[in-house]
């Protein structure tokens, strides 16, 4: 094989992946949001068979409809879960931000031999099941659990604190589940900046404060960025912490995803509001890649 084939292949193989993994389970769901509920296995119709021939497919094709997502489009419990979805990840990885950016810059301020040992301390928890993390917090936030004992035995609150069940409950499983990913982005930024920059300008009479805010930061941008999506994303999504930690009236678009799916078997409903929330994700990203493209084509 020749040099040049050898370079086509491997930039090749990057878009099979992304073909096989990404594009056709995507296709499979967008195809059941076109579908339509049914008692049978699997729980929608028409399903396409190689059986069937080309006609047999342009009349199936046929029966597709965009019905499923006029259902979501004029039922308000679909339209709530997506604002509160949207909602909760925004206030959560604003918290995690406020929360990851000191403990980052410190990590990066540390000296050298002890930043590999912060590092794993924030991996750490990684190590243990999130499953069995998202319990430990049912025992903590619980009226008779950990926080409520030391604070009554503290003297701090003459009844316990009804955080359980509650949606501060599912932002203090958020941030403390996703905290490293906003860390690592931002460690990985601070740590490659170049410090010169911030002792020329203590030797030019700026403020540590305002040399933070004029370069520590608009360099950290796009560790900021970073952390910012991978927190958004997967919260916006998130089953598991609502279901464990949230009450219910705690509403959030991957549990009712996961009650449609499961418990309802409505499979084509449920892939339309997947579709829905794949483009609501997937949109920001997609107009940020495009201006820091422009961007880098405009500094050229």
Known sequence: MSERATRRTIILVPYLWLAVFFLVPFAIVAKMSLSQVATAIPPYTPVFGL?????????????????????????????????????IALIGTAILLLVGYPMAHAMARAPERWRPILVMAVILPFWTSFLIRVYAWIGILKPEGLLNELLLGLGLIGAPLQIANTETAVLIGVVYSYLPFMVLPLYAALERMDRTLLEAAADLGCPPWLAFWRITVPLSLPGIVAGCFLCFIPITGEVVIPDLLGGSDTLMIGKTLWTEFFSNRDWPVASAVAVVLLVILVGPIMVYQRQQGRQLEAGR
């Open 51 to 87: 059986e069937d021939g080309p006609a047999g497919w342009l009349a199936k094709a046929r029966e597709l409809s965009l019905d499923n997502y006029a259902v979501l489009a004029g039922d308000r419990l679909y339209i709530d879960a997506f604002l509160s979805s949207i909602r």
